[in-house]
């Protein structure tokens, strides 16, 4: 696609600090903090109600502020909107396309807004539309329609570009397609925040992650850090039957107290992977006639962070705001 955006800004690309917004009686956003670097993919995760939705629309210009700072390249977007908006790019989970247009059509007509934009058809080809692209946008799937309004995002080469959900609908091919745009954009200086329910997205394309729990940043890092903070000596295996947790203990020699299983199906051993254990495991479903069918040691997956801690900042408000 070639050089898609960059930004001169000195210091982050997107900085927030102490961000606050009320809905009533309702505290929504809660003191959020975080800066996102140039050129990087920050992944802004939460359950629904967690503040994401309003966090982003405040640092697109859409929403104001009850309290803190928001600054995107620079800039205020809630004073400087109209120069902002020549800069970043926006993708929106669903609407915002004409839908008795077609693909090409409103790729064209978003490009005339801006001076150097992307040729349409350059996008419409890398995003797998070309078979598509004169077809009106309301005869399109679910993920087609997505694909048409991440290109909307990129016509006008953004600095910074916010992609809400951007592979909900898509099958996997066009997942994979919309991963790879994804690192290119950051490659070519493009700063990128997504929100994203699917964790495994958030782990492959971000650099950084902040997880929003009851309206603030209930944890913050690189993937890899999150994963791991914390997850001591555990084992973490599935099979492919049902095993008695009391046998296992005891065909692994730890006290009954350190495995549970998991309403997931999984099995959790609270000690270290050294050969003996998963020697002994291994014997123990051959005796079994089990198959593991899946093992990690000494790391926590994403979900497991994210689901403890929710769980840790309790449930969040209900707003109209944030469904």
């Not at 995002?153 to 910074?160: E, I, S």
């Not at 690189?222 to 009391?246: H, K, M």
Request: glycine content about 12%.
């Amino acid at each position: 696609m070639g050089r898609v955006g960059t930004t001169t800004v000195d210091g982050p690309a997107i900085a927030v600090d102490g961000l606050v917004k009320h809905y009533g009686p309702v505290r929504a956003v809660d003191g959020v903090s975080f800066a996102v670097r140039p050129g990087e993919v920050f992944g802004l995760l939460g359950p629904n109600g967690a503040g994401k939705t309003t966090t982003v629309e405040i640092l697109e210009g859409y929403r104001r502020p009850d309290g803190g700072t928001v600054r995107v390249l620079g800039l205020d977007p809630s004073r400087d909107g109209r120069r902002l908006r020549a800069r970043i790019g926006v993708m929106l989970q669903e609407g915002g396309l004409a839908p008795g247009l077609t693909p090409t059509e409103q790729l064209r007509c978003l490009a005339a807004f801006y001076e150097t934009p992307h040729d349409p058809d350059v996008l419409i080809d890398r995003l797998g539309l070309r078979g598509r692209a004169r077809v009106p946008i309301r005869r399109l799937s679910g993920g087609e329609a997505q694909r048409v309004s991440l290109a909307c995002a990129l016509v006008g080469r953004p600095a910074v570009a916010f992609l809400d959900e951007p592979t909900a609908g898509m099958d996997p091919h066009a997942r994979l397609t919309t991963w790879e745009l994804v690192r290119d954009l950051a490659a070519s200086g493009t700063t990128v925040l997504l929100t994203t329910h699917a964790m495994d997205e958030a782990e492959q394309l971000c650099d950084r992650i902040a997880i929003l729990a009851g309206g603030h940043v209930a944890a913050i890092g690189a993937p890899g850090e999150l994963t791991r903070a914390g997850a001591g000596e555990e084992v973490v295996f599935a099979a492919s039957g049902p095993l008695d947790v009391a046998e296992l203990a005891a065909a692994l020699g730890v006290d009954v107290a350190r495995v549970a299983r998991t309403r997931t199906g999984e099995y959790r051993v609270r000690a270290a992977a050294d050969p003996a254990l998963v020697a002994a495991l291994a014997l123990h479903l051959r005796d079994r006639g089990a198959t593991l069918t899946e093992f990690r040691a000494g790391r926590r997956s994403l979900q497991d962070v994210f689901l403890r801690v929710t769980a840790e900042a309790g449930p969040a408000p209900a707003t109209a705001d944030e469904p």
